[in-house]
C-alpha cells in the first residue's frame, strides 16, 4: 500500500512561514490534496490538485509537490491557523484514498 | 452547496455491527464519489471506503472483510456497515463526497461511535 509521511509537528512564529512536507514514492506524480483540522471540526479542504485553492481558501496557503515529497506552505502565519494538517492522495493503481499520518502546527 | 449529515446509533457493543446513514442535501448523488472515513480519538484520518454513483465501491484492505458501504435507505442516503466491531473502531465517522480531482470538498460535520459493552 501507499504510504504519506508527514513530520508530526511543525512549530513556527506569528507573521513567519510555515512548510509542512508530505513525502511519498514519486509522488510528484500524483494529485495532492491538503486539509486543515481544528479540534472538534471536521476537515476543510485548503489546497488541491497540489496547487490549487478551493474558495475561500486564503491567498496564504499554496502548495508544491516534485520528486518525492509535497508541501504545503503558510505564509504570514497567523494564530488561527493553528491547527492539524493532512495532505492526501487518490493511487491511481488501486484506487485507494490515502491520507498521510497529520501534523499539528503550533503558531508560538 | 451540498451538505451531509450522519446519523446513527453513538454506542456499539462489542462483536455487534456498526450501521450509519449519511443523508446528502443540495445536490445529486448521481456523481461523485461517496466516501466514509473516520479518526480515532486523538488520532489521524483512515479512509474507510467509497461508493460511485454507478454501484461500484472500494475499501481499504485492513477494513475490507468488514465494510459494507451502499447507496441507501432512500436516494438521497447511503450507508455504512462495519462488521465485528472492537474497541479499536471507536472514532468520530465522517461522510464525504469526493469531486472528480480526487479531493474530499465537502464532509458531514462528523458522528463519535464509542464500541463498548
Known amino acids: 500500500s501507499y504510504v504519506l509521511t508527514q513530520p508530526p509537528s511543525v512549530s513556527v512564529a506569528p507573521g513567519q512561514t510555515a512548510w509542512i512536507t508530505c513525502g511519498g514514492n514519486n509522488i510528484g506524480s500524483k494529485s495532492v490534496h491538503w486539509y486543515q483540522q481544528k479540534p472538534g471540526q471536521a476537515p476543510v479542504l485548503v489546497v488541491y490538485?497540489?496547487?490549487d485553492r478551493p474558495s475561500g481558501s486564503p491567498e496564504r496557503f499554496s502548495g508544491s509537490n516534485s520528486g518525492n515529497t509535497a508541501t504545503l506552505t503558510i505564509s504570514r502565519v497567523e494564530a488561527g491557523d493553528e491547527a492539524d494538517y493532512y495532505c492526501q492522495l487518490w493511487h491511481s493503481s488501486t484506487d485507494h484514498v490515502v491520507f498521510g499520518g497529520g501534523t499539528k502546527l503550533t503558531v508560538l | 452547496q451540498v451538505q451531509l449529515q450522519e446519523s446513527g446509533p453513538g454506542l456499539v457493543k462489542p462483536s455487534e455491527t456498526l450501521s450509519l446513514t449519511c443523508t446528502v442535501s443540495?445536490?445529486?448523488?448521481?456523481?461523485?464519489?461517496w466516501s466514509w472515513i473516520r479518526q480515532p480519538p486523538g488520532k489521524g484520518l483512515e479512509w474507510i471506503g467509497y461508493?460511485?454513483?454507478?454501484?461500484?465501491?472500494n475499501y481499504n484492505p485492513s477494513l475490507e472483510s468488514r465494510v459494507s458501504i451502499s447507496l441507501g435507505p432512500s436516494k438521497n442516503q447511503f450507508s455504512l456497515r462495519l462488521s465485528s466491531v472492537t474497541a479499536a473502531d471507536t472514532a468520530v465517522y465522517y461522510c464525504?463526497?469526493?469531486?472528480?480531482?480526487?479531493?474530499?470538498?465537502?464532509w458531514g460535520q462528523g458522528t463519535l461511535v464509542t464500541v463498548s459493552s
Open positions: 490538485g497540489d496547487s
Open positions: 461508493f460511485y454513483y454507478s454501484g461500484s465501491t
Open positions: 464525504a463526497r469526493v469531486a472528480m480531482t480526487t479531493a474530499v470538498t465537502d
Open positions: 443540495g445536490g445529486s448523488i448521481n456523481s461523485y464519489y
